[in-house]
């Protein structure tokens, strides 16, 4: 059998924003972050896969998605964003 490396992961804080991030490399290509802030006790992840692709949740539970080759972003709380760079238009609540 072919030996595969189990997952990696590290652990970053953040002592002026108060945050915390765990970070694991999937053995699909994948990156999840898991982001906590016990100042104020949010809590928010982070999936991005091997093409740099974006998927998450946000401190407010909202869910996310974020397509790195075309730009567009939309969540779950109404706010939508299409385009990138200075063609980038947003709408919705960011709240």
Known sequence: PTYTPPPTS???YDAQS???YSTYE????STR???SNLQNGTMWNTTIDANGNMR???SDGNYWTHDRKTGNYI???GKICTGTGATR???GDDN
């Open 18 to 20: 108060g945050n915390s």
């Open 75 to 77: 969540n779950t709380n």
């Open 89 to 91: 238009i947003c709408s």
């Open 10 to 12: 590290t652990y970053d």
């Open 26 to 29: 999937q053995l699909d290509g």
């Open 33 to 35: 972050v898991n982001g």
């Open 56 to 58: 998450g949740t946000d």
